[in-house]
């Protein structure tokens, strides 16, 4: 296992004292995508959004494991950059 193989992109929007809402998107797409949701959403909730490896800016993973054991790592590597322990995912195609 490699969470570390590749190079995240991951952004905050919204307060920082607001529940945390992580962000993802579906294959083929890009984080880019959430830019109505990043609007409707980042007045009540702090927004985490990150590119899954490969698209968007982030970089291909050394392994070019793209499993979803390792989407499932890399999320896991995201939620754990926070500070807080209660989450919400929104996954959007």
């Keep these: 296992m490699c969470v570390r193989c590749y190079a995240s992109i ?3 929007y919204g307060p920082s004292d607001a529940p ?3 962000l993802t998107h579906g294959w083929g797409t890009t ?5 109505y949701l990043k609007r409707q959403l980042g007045q009540r909730f702090r927004l985490i959004v990150w590119d899954l ?3 968007g ?12 054991d390792a989407f ?4 896991d590597a995201v939620a754990a950059q926070l500070s ?5 995912l929104l996954v959007y195609l």
Aim: glycine fraction near 2%; aromatic fraction near 6%; hydrophobic fraction near 30%.
């Design 31 to 35: 984080s880019t995508e959430c830019y």
């Design 72 to 75: 499932a790592d890399h999320l």
């Design 20 to 22: 945390p809402l992580i």
């Design 84 to 88: 807080s322990s209660v989450l919400a």
């Design 10 to 12: 991951v952004e905050s």
């Design 57 to 68: 800016r982030s970089t291909r993973p050394r392994n070019r494991d793209y499993s979803l």
């Design 53 to 55: 490896p490969g698209v």
